[in-house]
């Protein structure tokens, strides 16, 4: 059966060196697994191109959006195979700029073309030149325009086959999931910790989630609101286990020993060391939070020194300098954006003080977290843990 062709461009992968056939097995694996829902799929690598093949019925939209949300591919361009023949160059040239005509409405074109195999016989200025007259001569309604071309066509002459291409589809970068060992993210139904889990797993790092609730402060679908989440960031990084902890019995205990402005901040250093010890049992090497300096009482300087202060697991906050804008854009990019909107309570806020701390000092919040049972508080809610796992949508 005649397939669709993809060429499959990788980012930072290319740059690895040595250890580059491992990060590109890694890549292949991971696009075979985001295509394989779809039978007859085939990813494979020749002469350092990937390319992907689909039956002919698998739409190309399909095709692009799972391809381009596998991370470590850096640009996806639907292409035509041909012969590596300049009479079956031309002919595919004509047939695929008909069919762009058709689609498009386009008027202008320019050709561009590289030459992989020395051994072709004419040089790549050339080849565009006799490609794009035969384009002209069979394309009739079709004009050359090498400043500002409605389509450009590219023409690559490979030694095996050559490829015909008009689109560099954008995907995302980064580096294949599981090349970069695994974490554990607080996981809020808030805009940030979604993006923070996103941006790590981008880098390669597997991801598993923390939830803590309040049950039943907070409700059954304030869960479920989390689950959406999971469910989108699944799309990007295959099946993740949500841990669920109700931090109720944590909170209580908080409210009646400590001082009311310190609530937060006693909470967070909790949820922390709760989190630290699931990382542990599961593996996980660092922990990931959504947490940026600056933007509620819980994360200024200070408050992050004495929130750092509770763990001795390396604690990752990759959006801590970022703008909310910036941030609130990426999750729109990502799909998140419209799901952590929705207005859900959260543990955070229940027993919410009126007027937090903002400079807490590291000696006074010790000072009163020595009135609790700290560890056995932790162990408590780390045994009455939930887990669920969450697919990606279908
Ligand atoms: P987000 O948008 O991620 O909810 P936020 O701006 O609301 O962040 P905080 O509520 O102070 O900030 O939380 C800071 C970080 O702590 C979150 O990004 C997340 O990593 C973690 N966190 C907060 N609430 C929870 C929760 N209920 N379960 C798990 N992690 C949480
Ligand atoms: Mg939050």
């Keep these: 059966m005649d397939k669709n062709c993809y060429l499959v461009r990788v980012g930072e992968v290319a740059l690895k060196g040595l250890n580059k056939p491992y990060f590109e097995r890694v890549l292949m694996q991971r696009i075979a697994k985001a ?31 799972e391809v381009s949300k596998v991370f470590g591919v850096e640009t996806i361009s639907p292409a035509v195979e041909t012969e590596s023949d300049l009479e079956a160059i031309c002919a595919a040239a004509v047939a695929f700029m008909d069919r762009v005509i058709e689609t498009r409405g386009v008027k202008t074109f320019k050709v561009e073309a590289r030459r992989s195999d020395k051994n072709f016989p004419i040089e790549s200025p050339e080849i565009a030149r006799r490609v794009g007259a035969a ?40 580096l294949p999931l599981g090349t970069n060992g695994k974490g554990l993210v607080l996981l809020s139904g808030g ?10 797993a981008k880098r390669g790092m597997v991801i598993e989630a923390v939830h803590f609730h309040s049950y039943p402060y907070t409700s059954e679908r304030a869960f479920e609101k989390v689950k959406d989440l999971t469910r989108i960031l699944a799309g990007y990084m295959g099946r993740i286990r949500i841990h669920s902890v109700n ?5 209580e205990e908080i409210v009646a020993n400590c001082p009311e402005d310190e609530t937060t901040i006693h909470v967070r250093r909790f ?36 929130t750092d202060n509770a763990v001795s697991l390396p604690v990752m906050r990759p959006l801590i300098a970022m703008d909310k804008t910036d941030i609130i ?51 408590a809610a780390v045994a009455s843990e939930e887990i669920t796992t969450v697919n990606p949508a279908e």
């Excluded at 931090?247 to 909170?251: A, C, G």
Aim: with cysteine; net charge negative; proline share 6%.
């Design 35 to 65: 295509l394989k829902k779809y039978p007859d799929c085939e990813v494979s690598r020749v002469e350092g191109i990937l390319f992907v093949r689909t039956p002919n019925d698998l739409p190309e939209e399909t095709v692009l959006r």
């Design 135 to 174: 384009v002209l001569k069979g394309c009739k309604v079709l004009k050359v325009d090498v400043h500002e071309p409605d389509v450009k066509l590219f023409v690559h002459v490979r030694r095996d086959h050559s490829y015909l291409y008009d689109q560099k589809i954008s995907a995302f970068g980064g």
């Design 191 to 200: 805009i940030d910790s979604p993006v923070a889990a996103w941006m790590m």
């Design 247 to 251: 931090l109720l019995p944590i909170q």
């Design 271 to 306: 949820m922390m060391k709760i989190a630290e010890e699931i990382a542990k049992k599961n593996r996980c090497q660092m922990l990931i939070t959504g947490e940026n300096i600056g933007q509620v009482a819980s994360q200024t300087a200070e408050a992050l020194v004495v």
């Design 329 to 379: 854009e990426i999750a729109q990019e990502i799909g998140t954006f419209e799901t952590s909107i929705q207005p859900f309570e959260d543990c955070c806020t229940v027993f919410l003080p009126k007027h937090p701390k903002t400079k807490p000092r590291l000696d006074a919040i010790l000072e009163s977290e020595a009135k609790l049972d700290v560890d056995a508080l932790v162990a």
